[in-house]
């Protein structure tokens, strides 16, 4: 029997991701905002800052992935594409049965103006309106899936055409490596459901570290 795996906010990630799950053995259920791509089969044009509900299967879910995206880069597009569309992502999927939740985050969260190493047990840095959302985003997560779910702090993120890398940064084809990694493995052996995603740094003049260590000492590798 195939596994199912539903993921809101198909674009890149998704696109990258369908390419190393085994189509004989797992179906990928995409939903995003528009179709401009043309993405078949099984594929869901859904606008969910809308309160429209999707026409989703209700059918048992292996794995739910959650890629979330502001609609403006103000904070009322933070505002629509973090929270009002997480409210409208766990309506739409509260009648269906799954195993596990796996929501990308960012690293966002432990501040972009400091100095320091920053790991999960790190203090957050809530002055921008940014991080502020985004720490709203993983406690309604939180507060929604308890121990179902998995949030993914992404450093940022670039690909190999990218001009403009971050001094913290992961590589799209890394980030969705460690996705199916916790698509493959159960939640029961983790401690807490955060998980920095940043690769190795050791740029000296870089002054804002992001430890990976919780991620490497659980037996990913990049």
């Not at 369908?18 to 797992?26: A, M």
């Not at 969910?48 to 292996?62: G, L």
């Amino acid at each position: 029997m195939k596994k199912n795996v539903l993921f809101f906010g198909y674009g890149d990630l998704g696109s990258r991701l369908s390419k190393i799950l085994n189509p004989s053995y797992i179906k990928l259920h995409a939903i995003s905002r528009n179709n401009k791509d043309n993405i078949k089969p099984n594929h869901i044009a859904w606008d969910w800052t809308s309160n429209a509900k999707p026409p989703i299967e209700k059918i048992y879910y292996d794995l739910i992935v959650i890629v979330p995206k502001p609609t403006e880069m103000n904070a009322s597009g933070y505002q629509k594409g973090f929270i009002d569309s997480s409210n409208n992502i766990f309506n739409s999927i509260k009648d269906i049965s799954f195993k596990k939740v796996i929501a990308i985050s960012s690293t966002r969260v432990y501040g972009s103006d400091v100095s320091g190493v920053f790991d999960e047990n790190s203090d957050l840095n809530l002055k921008d309106f940014r991080a502020k959302i985004i720490n709203s985003y993983e406690n309604l997560l939180i507060k929604q899936y308890n121990k179902k779910v998995i949030i993914l702090r992404l450093a940022g993120l670039y690909s190999n055409t990218s001009k403009n890398i971050a001094p913290n940064r992961i590589h799209r084809d890394s980030a969705v490596k460690i996705i199916n990694f916790f698509f493959q493995n159960d939640f029961d052996k983790f401690e807490n459901c955060f998980f920095n995603c940043c690769e190795n740094d050791d740029d000296s003049l870089n002054s804002r570290k992001i430890s990976n260590k919780k991620l490497l000492n659980i037996g990913f590798k990049f």
